[in-house]
């Protein structure tokens, strides 16, 4: 049994950190042996997960209960049952990692978008607490390549939100109809990280907005967008509240 245990890897290299604070677990095995099972389960916070330019988990409860199958002679970890729960959003973990390669698939399906608005939104931050969510998000992502110390392996997640909606409480101002299809990858060998909207449309009020986007490079991102709609600008700043902005007034037209 394992308690109050903090964790931590960082690779400037990679420019991956990774922070965890392991509560309590309980791991069972028979780890004289070269072949076993080993089961797993665990509660613990994550300080930070950030790989590349991207944050993609900051100060989150989160459950963990794993099943893998360990070779210790060929350094092989096989995932049989991997069920990741960050607060209240379930991803299941599935595949191998050796001494040189990674291959692993992270699903997640039926996640609720007030879950995902949660983790996106760090706990404490002035919007803590100021949005809330329906409808259901969809990802599907894999990590694969080699392990370098020089090198992150291949990333890549397809990802959906199907008639979702977005309620900002203070003001009772509701974004609909929200629909996105995409995909992220991160940078690798000689691609570059692209978050890429295929689709994208929502609707605020007598505001509409559809279309496609790029965001390329998290640390200076650069955004790219065909889009079409009509925006009115004031909803727009009472639902976000866009920081060191007194006013906006007026509507703007995409085509």
Known sequence: KVENVDFMFMNRTTNQDYRLKIHNALIRGDFPETNYQLNAQGDLRVEK???GSLTL???KEAELDLELDINTLDKSYVFNKGDLAVEDMGFDITGVIDSSQINLDVVGSNIQVSELVNIIIPEGSEHDGKY?????VSFNGKISG??????????????????GSLLEAENKLKIESINVHGNYQNAFEDRKEILDF???SFKLLNS???GTGTMEDFAQPKLTTKAIGDLDLAAFHRFFGFTNVEELAGNVKFD
């Open 208 to 210: 509409h907005f559809s």
């Open 146 to 163: 080699g392990l370098s110390h020089v090198e992150m392996p291949s990333i890549v997640a397809d990802f959906s939100v199907d008639n």
């Open 198 to 200: 295929q689709t994208f």
């Open 132 to 136: 809330q969510g329906e409808g259901l």
């Open 57 to 59: 988990i900051s100060d």
């Open 49 to 51: 997960l950030k790989s």
